[in-house]
């Protein structure tokens, strides 16, 4: 039984009724291009293999049903003109938000059953690959006139607006608009896109995923303050966003001495350095040159994310430092930080070398084994059924 046959038989059992169809979205990993979305600047993602599927069909008596295989005793059914920020609460207010979002066009209420292998709270983009996957469907269904850029808008909605997450657009745009084989190249304020090829087999390349086993959550704690400071340097600077500062010595008025001007110098200089790192990257992706050659940028990011920007952890160091010494070509923490998972560049022949040298250290330090995988940059999302 395949995924998507799966979904759709534990719908049929919960809800008594046939899905419509099966969608699914994926989570992803960001090679490069970390905080910067928020700031209008560039990211660099590429899609997992992981995914959230939804079976998905619409009602006729204005009830939202919401169902998660991951969560069953958790399932909700709410009115739809009673959903509102807040209600319903955790994993099932991620779906609701995309409802909300075109409750015009689902006055009859819906049914959504989620299934998911993407790891929660791995900085992964488990919550966008849920939303995604949700928006994918319902505008499928009730709303097909919508692009794949308006699906990103839904999807960033229902995170921003329903569930108070303060994300930018990198997880929805990753999941919806990734191909195979390719990162997304994303401006961020032009909301202009571009497939870069990033085929690392071929070359004898491997990209590991290193799951820390340190969840966080993007709802609360210092996401959001990282946010409101890149808010705050930009209005010191005159900006609108921290983008249009291409330069680090664009920076200067920020050192004024302060405690607080110190802290808005070096997250600004992140956001800087970092889409500086993004376009080098992709100048290499797009000459075709060896991919082995922006592993030190990878690592110049980490650097930059730990001491500038104050988002890793030492468990998150300790992984890019144990993946260095073993060989990687570069390696460095991924998503918004505070926990989650660091990727690291290896030769494929090395990934067994770097997984071990990887979970030794963790031993050595007292922490449970981590998840490591292999991850292929995959296609993003698509109807299965």
């Given at each position: 039984?395949?995924?998507a046959?799966?979904?759709?038989?534990?719908?049929?059992?919960?809800?008594?009724?046939?899905?419509?169809?099966?969608?699914?979205?994926?989570?992803?990993?960001?090679?490069?291009?970390?905080?910067?979305?928020?700031?209008?600047?560039?990211?660099?993602?590429?899609?997992?293999?992981h995914?959230?599927?939804a079976?998905?069909?619409?009602?006729?008596?204005?009830?939202?049903?919401?169902?998660?295989?991951?969560?069953?005793?958790?399932?909700?059914e709410i009115?739809?003109a009673?959903?509102?920020?807040?209600?319903?609460?955790?994993?099932?207010?991620?779906?609701?938000?995309?409802?909300v979002?075109?409750?015009?066009?689902?006055?009859?209420?819906?049914?959504?059953?989620?299934?998911t292998?993407?790891p929660?709270?791995?900085?992964?983009s488990?919550?966008?690959?849920?939303?995604?996957?949700?928006?994918?469907?319902?505008?499928?269904?009730?709303?097909?006139?919508?692009?794949?850029?308006?699906?990103?808008?839904?999807?960033?909605?229902?995170?921003?607006?329903?569930?108070?997450?303060?994300?930018?657009?990198?997880?929805?745009?990753?999941?919806?608009?990734?191909?195979?084989?390719?990162?997304?190249?994303?401006?961020?304020?032009?909301?202009?896109?571009?497939q870069?090829?990033?085929a690392?087999?071929?070359?004898?390349?491997?990209?590991?995923?290193?799951?820390?086993?340190?969840?966080?959550?993007?709802?609360?704690?210092?996401y959001?303050?990282?946010?409101?400071?890149?808010?705050?340097?930009?209005?010191?600077?005159?900006?609108?966003?921290?983008?249009?500062?291409?330069?680090?010595?664009?920076?200067?008025?920020?050192?004024?001495?302060?405690?607080e001007?110190?802290?808005?110098?070096?997250?600004?200089?992140?956001?800087?350095?970092?889409?500086?790192?993004?376009?080098?990257v992709?100048?290499?992706?797009?000459?075709?040159?060896?991919?082995?050659?922006?592993g030190?940028?990878?690592?110049?990011?980490?650097?930059?994310?730990?001491?500038?920007?104050?988002?890793?952890?030492?468990?998150?160091?300790?992984?890019?430092?144990?993946?260095?010494?073993?060989?990687?070509?570069?390696?460095?923490?991924?998503?918004?930080g505070?926990?989650?998972s660091?990727i690291?560049l290896?030769?494929?022949?090395?990934?067994?070398a770097?997984?071990a040298?990887?979970?030794?250290?963790?031993?050595?330090?007292?922490?449970?084994?981590?998840?490591?995988?292999?991850?292929?940059?995959?296609?993003?999302?698509?109807?299965?059924?």
């Amino acid at each position: 039984m395949t995924a998507a046959e799966r979904v759709a038989h534990e719908f049929s059992d919960l809800f008594g009724t046939e899905p419509e169809g099966v969608w699914a979205a994926p989570g992803r990993v960001n090679v490069i291009g970390e905080h910067t979305d928020y700031n209008g600047g560039y990211v660099l993602p590429v899609a997992l293999p992981h995914t959230t599927r939804a079976a998905v069909a619409r009602r006729n008596d204005g009830l939202v049903a919401l169902g998660s295989m991951q969560h069953p005793e958790k399932a909700v059914e709410i009115a739809l003109a009673e959903l509102r920020p807040g209600h319903p609460e955790g994993w099932a207010g991620y779906p609701a938000g995309v409802v909300v979002g075109l409750r015009d066009r689902l006055a009859g209420g819906v049914s959504i059953l989620v299934d998911t292998d993407v790891p929660v709270g791995a900085g992964l983009s488990s919550s966008a690959a849920l939303t995604c996957s949700v928006a994918l469907a319902l505008g499928d269904l009730a709303a097909p006139e919508l692009r794949r850029q308006d699906l990103v808008e839904l999807a960033r909605g229902a995170e921003n607006d329903f569930v108070g997450a303060p994300t930018g657009i990198l997880d929805q745009s990753a999941s919806l608009l990734c191909t195979a084989e390719h990162a997304l190249f994303l401006d961020t304020r032009e909301r202009t896109s571009e497939q870069v090829p990033f085929a690392l087999a071929a070359v004898g390349l491997a990209l590991l995923v290193i799951d820390s086993g340190t969840t966080h959550d993007h709802a609360e704690g210092g996401y959001g303050d990282r946010r409101r400071e890149c808010e705050a340097a930009a209005d010191r600077l005159g900006v609108a966003l921290l983008r249009e500062v291409d330069d680090v010595a664009g920076l200067a008025v920020l050192a004024d001495g302060t405690p607080e001007g110190d802290v808005l110098l070096r997250r600004a200089r992140h956001v800087v350095t970092e889409d500086a790192r993004v376009l080098e990257v992709v100048a290499a992706l797009r000459e075709d040159a060896d991919p082995r050659a922006i592993g030190p940028v990878l690592t110049a990011g980490h650097a930059s994310l730990r001491d500038d920007f104050d988002v890793s952890i030492p468990l998150l160091d300790a992984c890019v430092e144990a993946a260095l010494a073993a060989g990687a070509h570069g390696a460095r923490m991924v998503g918004g930080g505070f926990g989650g998972s660091a990727i690291a560049l290896v030769e494929a022949d090395a990934v067994d070398a770097v997984t071990a040298a990887v979970a030794t250290r963790f031993e050595r330090e007292g922490h449970p084994a981590p998840r490591i995988f292999v991850t292929v940059p995959s296609a993003g999302a698509r109807r299965l059924a």
